[in-house]
């Protein structure tokens, strides 16, 4: 998604610090929609997003996914994939791109995705 007038301004990831990307142009509109619904649950999950996107305790709030959902694909590479649970249906899911130290948010929004309930 390339930025334009009015748009938020994100800044570059500081050494040791990941970058967090959108996958696609509906995980931008939902991030927007989150950040709208949950501010501070929204900024506290980009925090977590930019330093420890892989915590060594997962919670239930932020852990991997399982089984199928356990990985994805963005451009060709495999990557872990992990959510991060922002309100009681809010999520975000992430692609973990060790390669080049990104985020891709694959998934945010304030209903509970759908790709769960098999």
Not at 33 to 52: H, K
């Amino acid at each position: 998604m390339t930025p334009a007038r009015g748009d938020r301004a994100a800044p570059p990831a500081p050494g040791g610090q990941w970058e967090v990307r959108f996958a696609d142009a509906a995980a931008a509109k939902g991030w927007e929609n989150l950040c709208q619904q949950a501010p501070e649950n929204t900024y506290r999950a980009w925090l977590a997003l930019r330093t420890d996107p892989r915590p060594v305790v997962e919670t239930p709030r932020h852990h991997r996914l399982k089984g199928s959902l356990a990985h994805g694909t963005y451009r060709g590479r495999t990557c872990e994939q992990w959510q991060i649970e922002v309100t009681g249906a809010g999520r975000i899911w992430y692609l973990l791109d060790t390669a080049r130290d990104t985020c891709w948010l694959t998934y945010a929004g304030t209903a509970h995705p759908r790709a769960t309930d098999r």
